[in-house]
């Protein structure tokens, strides 16, 4: 492929991307894949300045979850 052309299919990935942000979930989309991670009785879901955060079940055990923008669940003691 000559130089130019890879050039502008670069070009036109880079546009496409910055061009159609990422979507934000839906509190029961959310919700859902909490679930679908093994995740129970979800509650309490916010969103506060370390992200979305949300009370839920795990293992029969409480656990505070922290959901960032990037889709990540961490839980926190």
Do not use: C, W
């Amino acid at each position: 492929m000559p130089k130019q052309k890879l050039l502008h299919l670069i070009l036109a990935f880079a546009i496409a991307g910055t061009a159609m942000p990422a979507r934000a979930l839906t509190q029961d989309e959310l919700v859902a894949k909490l679930q679908a991670a093994g995740y129970a009785s979800v509650s309490d879901v916010k969103s506060t300045a370390e992200g979305i955060t949300a009370r839920a079940m795990k293992n029969g055990k409480p656990v505070r979850l922290v959901i960032d923008s990037s889709g990540q669940v961490r839980e926190q003691d």
